[in-house]
C-alpha cells in the first residue's frame, strides 16, 4: 500500500536551476498539499489543492508553483531555486478538504540549493 | 495568529520511564488537534487526533492526549517508554472554520531514549 509518493528523494541544485518535484497518492484523496519542514520550523505549509483543478497558497508560496495534474498527482515546481529553499519537502494528501481531516504524509524530498 | 508551542525542543529519558510532551496553542473555538510523530528521514505519521467528545484520547503505540480547554494544553503521554519511541513529535492545530485547510505545527520535540 503505497499512499503518498514523492520523487526524487535527494536532488541537488544549483542557484538559478529549475526542478519540479512530483508526488502521486493512492488512497482516492480529494485534497493534496506541499510542506516543507527547516530545522526549528516545524512544518509550514507551502500550497494545497482542496480539490480537482483548484489551487492556493498557504503560508510559504513565494518561489513556488504547483499543478494539480489529476486526481492523483499534485506537482511543486521551483522556477528559479534559491538557497532559502533548501528544505525537506513534504507532499501530503487527505479524503477531503478542511482541517479537520487526517492528512497523510509522503517520506519527503530534500533538497539542497547550492 | 494561530500557533502551536511545544515549549521543550529536547527531552531524554530512560526506557520503561513515563513520558509527558507539552503542548499549547492560542485559543480557537473549536480546535482540532493532532500528534504526529516522524522518525529519521522519515515522513510524519499520525498518533492521535481530538475533534471533539472525551478530553483524554486514545492513539496508536500507546500513546494518549489529554485536551484541556481552560490550559489551552493537548499534552502527549505514555505510561512506559520503549527504545523505538526515540523520534521527533509534533503537535499540529486546525480550525473548523469552513475552508479552513491550513494546519498549525509546533516546532518539535526531540525525544531521545537511554537504555
Known amino acids: 500500500n503505497a499512499g503518498v509518493t514523492q520523487t526524487p528523494k535527494f536532488q541537488v541544485l544549483k542557484t538559478g536551476q529549475s526542478m519540479t518535484l512530483q508526488c502521486a497518492q493512492d488512497m482516492n484523496h480529494n485534497s493534496m498539499y506541499w510542506y516543507r519542514q527547516d530545522p526549528g520550523m516545524g512544518l509550514r505549509l507551502i500550497y494545497y489543492s482542496a480539490s480537482e483543478g483548484t489551487t492556493d497558497k498557504g503560508e510559504v508560496p513565494n518561489g513556488y508553483n504547483v499543478s494539480r495534474l489529476n486526481k492523483r498527482e499534485f506537482s511543486l515546481r521551483l522556477e528559479s531555486a534559491a538557497p532559502s529553499q533548501t528544505s525537506v519537502y513534504f507532499c501530503a494528501s487527505s479524503e477531503f478538504g478542511g482541517s479537520g481531516n487526517t492528512i497523510y504524509f509522503g517520506e519527503g524530498s530534500w533538497l539542497t540549493v547550492v | 495568529a494561530q500557533s502551536v508551542t511545544q515549549p521543550d525542543i529536547h527531552i531524554t529519558v530512560s526506557e520503561g520511564a513515563s513520558l509527558e510532551l507539552r503542548c499549547n496553542y492560542s485559543?480557537?473555538?473549536?480546535?482540532?488537534l493532532f500528534w504526529y510523530v516522524q522518525s529519521p528521514g522519515q515522513g510524519l505519521q499520525l498518533l492521535l487526533k481530538y475533534f471533539s467528545g472525551d478530553t483524554l484520547v486514545q492513539g496508536i503505540k500507546g500513546f494518549e492526549a489529554e485536551f484541556k480547554r481552560s490550559q489551552s494544553s493537548f499534552n502527549l503521554r505514555k505510561p512506559s517508554v520503549h527504545w523505538s519511541d526515540a523520534a521527533e513529535y509534533f503537535c499540529?492545530?486546525?480550525?473548523?472554520?469552513?475552508?479552513?485547510?491550513?494546519?498549525?505545527f509546533g516546532k518539535g520535540t526531540k525525544l531521545s531514549v537511554i537504555p
Open positions: 499540529a492545530k486546525g480550525d473548523s472554520g469552513a475552508g479552513s485547510y491550513q494546519l498549525t
Open positions: 485559543y480557537g473555538a473549536t480546535p482540532y
